[in-house]
């Protein structure tokens, strides 16, 4: 906003000036000057003081230092001029008074003639009788008898207490000393009398800087305690002023310049920036559409007194606000002029409200007049404020017929009543609590209206006519359907009746079937124990046929004869190996049926384990030319137990060699996901048709067609993985398409690292190839 912000308050004219004192000056650095200058001030005239009070005492010291000086010089010089006097007379008492000045210039002044042997041989004035030697008049620590005229004049202090000043010069020839005595009070006399003077005076000046210095300083804390206390008279009207989402004007009419409060930037978000707004400023915030502060002016130069006025302001976000100015025309007793001084309301809130109440008024008017029903409200003087179409139409009433403000009496008047043929007899039914009644009237062409009336809070009442031609019909037809729906019940009771009777022939169906369900898990075990008995019974002639067989092909004791011996040795080897196999398969089968495997997870290494299980298929692979892949992500651990894990590995590696062609691939990767590690056993076999994906995984299960005919196998070691997988708490999941190949996921538990603390035995286990023989699927 350009110049839509103001400094300081400042001196005003007299029609704001309780609003707009001068609370900080134009310039900061002048306030700051203030500041210093009411604490500068008084420490300026206290080191006046000290100043004008050391300078006085030294130059009172000095010119006692001058007299003093003035003294010694013409004590020195007149002992002198006497001992040059004295020589050649020859020293009488005579002459002494004849060398003394006759003035009272130097009063008390004494003239000694001092024999060698420091007799004093001559006085004046005269010395008392027991003075006669100069060491009792000087005292006896007098240096001048010592020092002679070199001593020059010297401040001494008598035997009496007297201070004076002596100076002592020899006569010519040996012939003594002349000794001058001239006491120093008497000089001192004038020096005391401009001393004390100066005194009076400083002490005045000193009593006129002090009386100055309380003035200034009991004016400075009476002009603090003013701004305080129109600081704080200013806080409270703009606090009172912001709490009322009002703002101060102050327009000089004359100068063209316009003053507002803190409230009134903070009303519109503003920043103050200079004491006053100039006009163009200001009418350039008014909305266009609201006027503008000439034509105020034309009317204020109209002899117009008095502004109230409704306009919106643009804030400083860009908005505008309503505002409200109610002002007055004041005289401005400084200069003559005239200042429209008043306050300006937020009135935003309340115009959106209006504008609020507006729209919901016509909303409400636009919904009564879209109800089917025919709507009439009247207020407490029994007077017309709202009703319909239907209502009009009702009752052959005109819209300017039914106005609002209307009394019953008058709109009844110009309508016409509908006739009633017969009210229904729930005519009157009040509700409890309030005056209110509901009843039906069938008219004379056959409609029927349920009427409701109800008083309002304010103690008129509405009414509401509705069609309800439809619903009598309606009625009607619902009572021939209650009629029917009775007798439909009647037929239902029947029917329940008969659904008890198969209910409980159902109920007698359950049983039966728990009893044959318990009787096949009873033979599902059995047979489990049937054949783990049998496959226990068949392993010990088999271990002998496969013993023997590899002695007789092997021909540990001797030749066979004829070589076809030795192929059908190796037959019956081979053949016991795979029944042999095939009864471990049915035998680990039938210990997982029974739950009697108990498996120990530990972390071990997954690198080791999955090459562990491929070093079991690695010289088939070759004979098959079949490429093994290993792709296993370093530091990845599976939470396993050793030799089952061997056993899942082997049997799905296998299976993967067995139905890959020559030239084919076969791949294992290991991954972490999240709290699980994923292994993928990946082959580009034969594949598997996606009909026989969902029975993989059964007992004695086998894909039929080609696979059946091509490989050997009982079938179990799938289902003997996906069992062990599933004890470990994981799962197996199949993907494959025929011709393309397939791929089987292992999902089981990563270890917690309190579970890794201890991975070497579960590695060391992994890592045995021989630890558990895998069986084949």
Request: net charge neutral.
């Amino acid at each position: 906003m350009p110049e839509a912000a103001s400094a300081s308050f400042s001196a005003r004219a007299e029609s704001s000036l309780a609003v707009s004192w001068p609370m900080r000056v134009r310039d900061p650095r002048l306030g700051l000057v203030e500041r210093w200058l009411r604490y500068a001030v008084p420490g300026i005239l206290a080191v006046f003081l000290a100043c004008l009070v050391g300078l006085a005492a030294l130059h009172i010291q000095g010119q006692r230092a001058e007299i003093l000086a003035g003294a010694k010089a013409e004590v020195e010089g007149f002992a002198r001029l006497a001992a040059r006097a004295i020589a050649p007379v020859g020293g009488r008492a005579s002459d002494l008074r004849s060398l003394m000045p006759e003035s009272e210039r130097h009063p008390g002044r004494r003239l000694l003639l001092v024999r060698p042997d420091t007799r004093i041989a001559a006085a004046h004035p005269p010395l008392p009788a027991d003075a006669t030697t100069l060491a009792q008049v000087l005292g006896e620590s007098e240096p001048l008898s010592g020092l002679g005229e070199r001593a020059g004049a010297m401040a001494l202090e008598l035997p009496g207490g007297e201070s004076v000043l002596a100076a002592i010069h020899s006569l010519p020839g040996g012939a003594g000393q002349v000794a001058v005595l001239q006491p120093i009070e008497p000089l001192m006399r004038g020096w005391s009398a401009r001393a004390r003077d100066q005194i009076v005076l400083v002490g005045a000046a000193i009593l006129v800087i002090v009386g100055v210095g309380l003035a200034y300083g009991l004016q400075s804390r009476q002009a603090t305690r003013a701004d305080r206390a129109r600081e704080q008279i200013r806080g409270r009207l703009e606090t009172a002023l912001r709490r009322g989402a009002c703002g101060l004007w102050d327009w000089d009419i004359a100068r063209g310049r316009i003053y507002w409060s803190d409230s009134m930037y903070a009303l519109l978000g503003y920043q103050r920036q200079h004491e006053y707004l100039s006009f163009g400023a200001v009418n350039a915030l008014v909305h266009p559409d609201d006027g503008d502060l000439y034509s105020l002016a034309r009317g204020l130069a109209a002899a117009q007194t008095c502004v109230d006025h409704a306009f919106r302001m643009r804030g400083a976000d860009g908005a505008y606000v309503w505002l409200r100015a109610r002002a007055e025309v004041m005289p401005d007793v400084t200069d003559g002029g005239r200042h429209l001084v008043g306050i300006a309301t937020d009135i935003t809130e309340q115009r959106a409200l209006e504008e609020t109440n507006a729209a919901s008024d016509m909303r409400l008017r636009d919904a009564v007049e879209a109800i089917s029903e025919a709507f009439v409200l009247w207020d407490t003087g029994n007077r017309l404020v709202l009703c319909n179409s239907k209502f009009r139409h009702l009752h052959a009433l005109s819209p300017e017929d039914a106005q609002s403000g209307r009394s019953y009496t008058d709109v009844m008047g110009r309508g016409v009543l509908p006739q009633v043929r017969r009210e229904s007899p729930e005519a009157g039914l009040a509700l409890p609590g309030m005056a209110a009644r509901t009843f039906e009237a069938e008219l004379t062409d056959g409609r029927w209206l349920q009427i409701s009336e109800r008083r309002t809070k304010d103690g008129g009442y509405v009414s509401v006519g509705t069609d309800i031609t439809s619903l009598k019909r309606h009625q009607e037809q619902l009572q021939a359907s209650e009629r029917e729906l009775i007798e439909t019940v009647r037929d239902l009771k029947r029917s329940r009746r008969t659904l008890e009777l198969q209910t409980q022939q159902l109920a007698d169906l359950a049983e039966r079937y728990l009893e044959q369900k318990a009787a096949a898990e009873a033979a599902s075990q059995a047979k489990s124990e049937f054949l783990a008995n049998m496959s226990h019974e068949l392993r010990t002639p088999l271990n002998a046929i496969i013993g023997f067989a590899d002695v007789m092909e092997n021909a540990v004791l001797g030749p066979l004869g004829t070589p076809r011996y030795t192929e059908y040795c190796r037959d019956i080897r081979e053949s016991g190996s795979h029944l042999l196999s095939m009864i471990d398969d049915i035998l680990n089968m039938a210990r997982l049926e029974a739950r009697r495997v108990r498996l120990s997870p530990r972390p071990i290494s997954a690198e080791a384990a999955v090459a562990s299980a491929l070093g079991l298929v690695e010289a088939a692979a070759r004979d098959k030319g079949i490429v093994l892949g290993l792709d296993v992500q370093p530091g990845i651990d599976l939470l396993a137990d050793p030799s089952a894990m061997q056993q899942i590995l082997a049997n799905l590696v296998q299976n993967a060699v067995k139905f890959t062609p020559a030239g084919g691939r076969v791949a294992v990767r290991v991954r972490r996901a999240g709290a699980s590690t994923h292994l993928f056993v990946e082959d580009s076999g034969i594949g598997i048709p996606r009909a026989d994906l969902a029975r993989l995984g059964r007992p004695f299960t086998q894909v039929e067609a080609q696979m059946t005919r091509s490989h050997k196998g009982s079938g179990l070691g799938l289902a003997i993985t996906r069992s062990m997988v599933e004890l470990h708490g994981g799962s197996l999941r199949i993907r494959s398409e025929e011709t393309v190949g397939t791929v089987v996921l292992v999902r089981l538990p990563a270890p917690t690292p309190e579970q890794k603390d201890r991975p070497a035995p579960a590695r060391a286990a992994a890592s045995r190839p021989g630890a558990r023989r895998p069986v084949a699927a």
